[in-house]
């Protein structure tokens, strides 16, 4: 006899129990992101009225729809799509060798105490230099082109990425060091299987905050040193007393922002699947 008549209405069961289990979800999810959208139309109402009623003058707070108005001008006819592909590069770069180099040093003196004991000190106390203290000496060295921004936001995605990359391999259990003993694993299996999943949840905490600093530093770079970048363009319209145009940078910076959080978060969930924790009420 087959087994079909057997297995099937079980497989369909359970395909009919998932289903309002995942269109539950689903609602769930539709609802937060709607709950997540009332305290920003409530700012974009309450700035509409004020506005409006003229309760702040217009100098300093113009209309949405001045703001918008002012959002198609920069992009049409004062390239701000150039300035903003600017800024995305410098921090891009920036990103990529401050994490490389954080992740290569913070897992070595994870690793070995020896690195840690002699690259430790000279970089905790470079740590506790302001990046901007860094800008004027690097422009020096460097220029006021990407280049001298690049390396001081490298220096900012730096340390995030080292200091937890070090703290998420030495807080591994020791059960799961003694158990590796135990089994007789290689360095190699031991570094895949027990240090990576272990330090993974710490580096990508690291990671994650070190794109938010370097996407917030590249605006205070540009605006000290460069004629170009949206930091450059924040710093004019103040300069120029043009409202609109800072609102403008100011909502694009934020926007940026919160999608590259966005996205690593994302990317901190597909790769901590396996991971289980308290999610909230």
């Not at 006899?1 to 998932?18: E, K, Q, Y």
């Not at 070595?108 to 000279?122: D, L, N, Y």
């Not at 996407?215 to 409202?243: P, Y």
């Amino acid at each position: 006899m087959s087994n079909t008549s057997v297995t099937l209405p079980g497989a369909i069961a359970g395909d009919r129990a998932g289903q309002p289990a995942t269109a539950a979800r689903r609602r769930r999810v539709a609802l937060s992101s709607l709950i997540g959208l009332l305290l920003p139309l409530a700012i974009l109402g309450a700035w509409e009225i004020a506005s409006h009623l003229h309760w702040v003058s217009k100098v300093f707070l113009p209309t949405p729809e001045r703001t918008v108005a002012s959002f198609f001008d920069l992009l049409f006819n004062e390239g701000f799509y150039f300035d903003l592909i600017a800024s995305l590069s410098i921090v891009g770069q920036a990103f990529f060798y401050g994490t490389a180099l954080g992740l290569l040093l913070g897992a070595g003196a994870g690793m070995s105490k020896v690195i840690e004991r002699v690259f430790g000190p000279t970089l905790d106390g470079i740590r506790h230099i302001p990046p901007i203290a860094w800008l004027p000496l690097v422009v020096l060295w460097a220029g006021v082109g990407p280049l001298g921004k690049v390396i001081v936001i490298s220096k900012v995605v730096f340390f995030p990425v080292f200091l937890n990359t070090l703290q998420g391999i030495r807080n591994v259990p020791q059960k799961y060091v003694d158990l590796a003993k135990v089994l007789t694993l290689t360095r190699w299996q031991f570094t895949r299987r027990i240090i990576i999943p272990g330090a993974l949840p710490s580096i990508l905490v690291g990671i994650r905050y070190g794109a938010s600093l370097a996407w917030a530093l590249v605006v205070v770079a540009e605006g000290l040193s460069g004629m170009k970048g949206i930091g450059f363009l924040i710093f004019r319209a103040q300069a120029l007393l043009m409202t609109d145009q800072l609102l403008v940078c100011m909502v694009v910076i934020g926007l940026i922002g919160f999608l590259i959080d966005y996205g690593m978060r994302r990317l901190e969930g597909r790769l901590l699947r396996w991971k289980q924790g308290f999610e909230g009420h």
